[in-house]
Structure formats: structure tokens, C-alpha cells
């Protein structure tokens, strides 16, 4: 049985294809598009589907659409359309900014929900025509595949206790909105799945924190891990203010009452404006009240579920200042989150539930069950039957990835020089050592926000200097930090660990302190707070990575490398051997290490050259 999952409705459009439940592929359209989260949010793109990443994750399958079983769309727009239709149909304003909203939220609802409704037919019918081959043969009126339409939030949740290390847990996503779902909650065990409530619009955390991040001059729906990182700068003298207009409840709720920001913390920033303390200190409030609201959700959610580990998903869960302190609170014995939390992420969840669904139904479920759980909103708390699990998420390589003969092609083509390596983890070791900064484009490229040793741009951490040196390669704001990578064993050496953290912490999705007396020695590892979003590396979940951080130790006596995501600003991660040539050369970096071929600037191949010369 094979499923696609789709992502689309809002932003970071994504494809996600399971066969017989294991995952295959799954890639995000801005990596292919080279437009940043493949789209703004907005009515008039929803429309847009990831026609790229599907046909990426077909051709990765060796099939074609006419070959799919099922398709998982991560939204419903029945759900969000709710009562609001009138004789079954949905009046389409021709100048919607400038007609009364009536019932809905915006006036563009009515387009956003047709668009949606659509999606079955936009697959096949809006589908560019470079990419056709892999979906010819299949008509909309006739597909050969079954379309479900599931609830954003059950996405999200499905993505987190689906793909965790848990048999049984508590769940919860936090992001801006659904279809009228911003928050949820549920509990995984014995292959069946409760709903344990929800928070409903307008009131969302993930919203709040758009909007205070729209405030600061930054973009919302894009930014907000500045704001994050933004925080550590300042105090939270405004968290009683913001604390004001936020009231926790039973049962998981909670409430936001409207706020002038304006008037409560002066004018706007404007993009790329000067920030000063007042605008340091507004996120540092949101960031406080952001995670004491959320211990507090957590605590009633542990009582609630009475389970001892914690899955979360959404796009405020890769706030990892937030999932810091959730984890050291000791509400739950554990908590891992999805590596790709965002929406993204919901064309993995989508998946994931289809097809447990379905495996379950085919082997003799109760018929009489509903096929597919549509709303998280049902007062009778559903609790849905799914097969055994078949995977789960220990790694993220689930993107392109390119044999080093096709690069070496390019290579050629493109009459560059190059020099293959032997030992690609030793060389690469030297210029790092050298303090060079190297692009690394090395297997599968990453599925998520962060770039984990497949694309990613390496540097020394041991170089006070280089946090700048980097940030001014990338073109980002001069608050921003860098995050270290370190082998496994070595991780306790060198970071403060968590309890039961036996595993690590290899997808960059939690804050850890530096083991006293470290800091001196990797200082642009860390942030101003002496906290740093650390990756650790096994030897079995990317052996590459792992040589070239030992390689790396036995060069400069420290195995830590400062990691930062293989892009320029504005731009997605570069996703294949072209866009990572484009990036070298249109960037300070000094060297490119691709696939088993190394590419350096030609005048640091012409110091090197004079140095050998002198006697």
C-alpha cells in the first residue's frame, strides 16, 4: 500500500510517501522552487501544491501517481468551512477586501476554502508541465487513488507519537491555527489513539507570538526563531503586561483577550530598523510568558493522560528555549519532539495516519468505525484503532541525494577545478582545522528546518572571531548564533546533558549549558546566555559527520564543529549540486566539500601553493 501526504493550505509545502508503513521520502517544495517555505500564507496561494516534492518523492519510489493507493491532504476544509456554506455552496466575492466578512474570520475564507476543496483536482490538473510525466495516465474524475482530507491538528499529532521512540505517550501540538484548532492534545497507547481535547480560534499561542514577531520588524510565519534567539538579549520586564491579556483555564484552555501593541509597547520596528532595549525586552517577555504558559498546559496534560513521556509537533515546538525548559521541568520522564514540527511536517503526519488506518482496516478492523478520524472536535473523545508501527524517525535523511558520478559530471561541465578525495572526513579536517569555512553536501539532503550534516556550512568553533565571520557569510542579523554538532560519547564532556538524555539530542530541538570551564574553548558555539542548540552525532545515524568530527578532534584537540544550515539569506538550503555551486561561489566561503570532491577558491589554492614552495 502506497501513501501520499500533502501539505499546502498554508506555508512550508511538503510530500511525504509511505509504502506498506515505512516512509520513503519526503521533501519540502522551497527546496526545489528555491522560494523560502515554498509560499507566503495567504488566501490567494492555496492553491499551490508541492507538485516538486511529489514528483521527487515518486520518482525516489521508482513509480508514478497512477500507482498511489491513497492521498492524505493535511487539511479539512469541511471542518473549516464548518456551517458556514449556505445551500451547499459558497458565495465567491469578485473584490473580497472589499466586502463585509459576514460569518467568517476573512473576507477571503470563501477563496481559501474553494481553493482547498479543489486540491484533488489541482493535483493532476495544476501539475507544471516539466513534471507531467510522473503524473500522466490520471484523471481527477477517475483517479486511481483514495483522497482524505484529515484535520490539520491530527497531522500534527499523528507526525509526533507516529514517528517517536515511544509505544505509548502523552501528545501535544502547539502552532498557529488549523481549521479552528491551535492547540491539541492527545494520548498514544496500545495501538490506539484518543483525542484529549483542544484550544480553539481565536485564541493560539502560535498566532501571538506572529504577532509580536510582525511587531519587531521581522516577517511572521518566518521569523519567529529571531525573536527567539532575540530573547536571550533582553529581560522580561513587559511578561506582567502580556501575562494581562492570557488567561489559563481547565482542561488545557486557555484564552487571549486582544492587545495594542502600539500603544502597550510603542511603534513598530521596521524591517531591518535599529532594535534597542525596548524591542530586546518585548521578546524576551514573550519568550517567558510563551514557556510558562506552556509548563502549565503540559501539567495538566500529564495529569490528564497519565502517561510518563511527551511527543510534540507544530510550529511552536521548534522553539527550543521552550522545549528546554519543558523537558528540565520533570513533568514527563522524556519528551521528543518531530523533527520537522512546522507544517511541513504535517505531510508526514498525514501519511502516517492513512496509512495506519488503512493497514488497520485491511486486517479486519470493525468496519463500522469510521475510516478516517476528520476533527479532533467530537465531545465523545474518539479513540481510534491504528496498525502496529512499522518506523520511526531516527534520522531526517529523507531528501534528494545525488551519486558522486552525477556530481563529478557537473563538475566537468561546468570546467571547474576539483580534487577527489580518498579521505574525505581527514582533508575536510585540515581546512577546518586551518579555520577554513567549508560547505558540506554530503547523502540525502535533510527533511525539516534544520540542516543535520547533509547540507549544511562547518566551521571551527575555537575562533572567537568566527560566529561573526559566519553570520556575515550568510548575511544575518549579528544576534543570531550558531549551533555546535559534537559526537555522541563526547556530548557529556562537553554539555550539560538531561536526565534519561542517554540518546542525545540529534535533531538541534533543545537548548543545553556548556560543561563548566568549555566555553573558553569553543566560544562561538554558544549563545549570550552560555546555552547552545546542540546536535549530537552518532557513528551509526551519520558515520560521515561522525569521522570528520573525531577526524577534527585529533587536528585541534576539541570535537566540537559549529554547524549552520548550507544557505544564503533569504534563500531555502541548498538542495542540489548546482545550487551548492551557486552558493560557493556567490559567498565568502572557502571551500565546498561535495560528495568525495573538494573545491576550494582559487586564492587560498594559490597561498597554499606558495606555501609549499617556501624552503
Request: aromatic share 8%; proline share 7%.
Given at each position: 500500500?502506497?501513501?501520499?501526504g ?19 521520502a519526503a ?37 508514478t ?5 491513497h ?34 474570520e ?62 505509548r ?7 498557529g ?13 496500545d ?37 527567539m ?23 488545557g ?10 500603544r ?5 520596528r521596521?524591517?531591518g ?23 502549565q ?24 528555549v521552550?522545549n ?16 520537522a ?56 535523511y ?23 578525495l ?22 540525502r ?7 543535520l ?29 550558531v ?17 534519561l ?46 569521522r ?44 565546498l ?23
Amino acid at each position: 500500500m502506497i501513501t501520499l501526504g500533502l501539505n499546502a493550505c498554508f506555508h512550508d509545502p511538503a510530500a511525504a510517501l509511505m509504502r506498506d508503513g515505512q516512509l520513503i521520502a519526503a521533501a519540502e517544495e522551497e527546496r526545489f522552487t528555491r522560494i523560502k517555505h515554498g509560499k507566503r500564507p495567504l488566501p490567494f496561494t492555496a492553491w499551490e501544491l508541492p507538485w516538486h516534492a511529489v514528483d521527487y518523492c515518486l520518482a525516489e519510489a521508482g513509480i508514478t501517481l497512477a500507482e498511489v493507493d491513497h492521498v492524505a491532504y493535511s487539511f479539512n476544509p469541511q471542518l473549516f468551512i464548518d456551517d458556514r456554506a449556505r445551500d451547499g455552496g459558497l458565495r465567491l466575492p469578485l473584490e473580497p477586501s472589499a466586502e463585509d466578512k459576514g460569518d467568517w474570520e476573512s473576507p477571503w475564507d470563501p477563496l481559501f476554502a474553494s481553493y482547498v476543496s479543489c486540491a484533488p483536482r489541482l493535483l493532476v490538473d495544476g501539475v507544471p508541465h516539466h513534471l507531467r510525466a510522473r503524473f500522466a495516465g490520471v484523471r481527477h474524475e477517475q483517479a486511481p487513488y483514495e483522497w482524505h482530507f484529515v484535520a490539520h491538528h491530527l497531522c500534527h499529532q499523528a507526525s509526533a507519537f507516529l514517528a517517536s521512540p515511544f509505544e505509548r505517550c502523552a501528545v501535544m501540538t502547539l502552532d498557529g491555527r488549523g481549521e479552528r484548532s491551535t492547540t491539541t492534545y492527545g494520548r498514544y497507547h496500545d495501538e490506539r489513539y484518543s483525542t484529549l481535547g483542544e484550544v480553539l480560534m481565536p485564541h493560539s499561542l502560535g498566532l501571538l507570538y506572529e504577532a509580536v514577531t510582525a511587531h519587531l520588524g521581522f516577517l511572521h510565519s518566518s521569523d519567529e526563531y529571531k525573536v527567539m534567539a532575540l530573547a536571550a538579549l533582553g529581560t522580561p520586564r513587559y511578561a506582567g503586561l502580556l501575562r494581562e491579556h492570557l488567561r489559563t483555564g481547565e482542561q488545557g484552555q486557555y484564552e487571549l483577550t486582544p492587545l495594542d501593541m502600539e500603544r502597550a509597547f510603542g511603534p513598530a520596528r521596521g524591517p531591518g530598523g535599529r532594535l534597542d532595549e525596548r524591542q530586546l525586552d518585548l521578546a524576551a517577555s514573550l519568550q517567558d510568558l510563551l514557556e510558562e504558559t506552556v509548563l502549565q498546559l503540559a501539567r495538566w496534560l500529564r495529569e490528564a493522560s497519565g502517561e510518563r513521556y511527551l511527543a510534540m509537533a507544530g510550529g511552536v515546538a521548534l522553539n527550543c528555549v521552550m522545549n528546554a525548559r519543558l523537558r528540565d521541568s520533570g513533568l514527563f520522564d522524556a519528551v521528543w519532539v518531530q523533527p520537522a514540527a512546522g507544517d511541513a511536517g504535517t505531510a508526514l503526519g498525514a501519511a502516517l495516519w492513512v496509512d495506519a488506518r488503512e493497514r488497520q482496516l485491511e486486517d479486519g478492523a470493525d468496519s463500522s468505525l469510521d475510516r478516517l478520524a476528520s476533527t479532533l472536535a467530537s465531545a465523545s473523545a474518539p479513540v481510534y484503532p491504528l496498525a502496529p508501527r512499522r518506523w520511526q524517525m531516527e534520522h531526517v535523511y529523507y531528501g534528494p541525494g545525488f551519486e558522486d558520478q552525477e556530481i563529478e559530471a557537473l563538475l566537468q561541465w561546468a570546467r571547474l577545478d576539483y580534487e577527489p578525495l580518498d579521505d574525505i572526513a581527514e582533508r575536510t579536517a585540515e581546512l577546518l582545522a586551518a579555520n577554513r569555512v567549508v560547505g558540506w553536501f554530503q547523502g540525502r539532503m535533510e527533511f525539516g528546518p534544520r540542516a543535520l550534516g547533509a547540507r549544511s556550512i562547518l566551521a571551527s568553533p575555537i575562533d572567537p572571531a568566527m560566529q561573526a565571520r559566519l553570520n556575515e557569510l550568510k548575511d544575518r542579523e549579528d544576534f543570531r548564533p550558531v549551533a555546535p554538532a559534537v559526537p555522541l560519547e563526547d556530548f557529556a564532556e562537553w554539555f550539560e546533558p538531561a536526565p534519561l538524555e542517554d540518546k542525545g539530542s540529534p535533531f538541534m530541538l533543545f537548548i543545553h549549558r556548556l560543561q563548566p570551564g568549555r566555553r573558553e574553548r569553543i566560544p562561538s558555539a554558544c549563545h549570550t546566555d552560555q546555552t547552545a542548540r546542540v546536535q549530537t552525532v552518532s557513528s551509526e545515524g551519520h558515520p560521515l559527520l561522525h569521522r570528520l568530527l573525531k577526524a577534527f578532534e585529533r587536528h585541534s584537540g576539541v570535537p566540537v564543529l559549529i554547524n549552520t544550515s548550507f544557505n544564503v539569506r533569504g534563500q531555502p538550503i541548498v538542495c542540489t549540486p548546482r545550487h551548492a555551486l551557486e552558493a560557493f561561489f556567490s559567498t565568502p566561503l572557502d571551500a565546498l566539500v561535495i560528495g568525495r570532491f573538494l573545491l576550494i577558491k582559487p586564492e587560498l589554492q594559490q597561498l597554499a601553493q606558495a606555501g609549499s614552495r617556501q624552503p
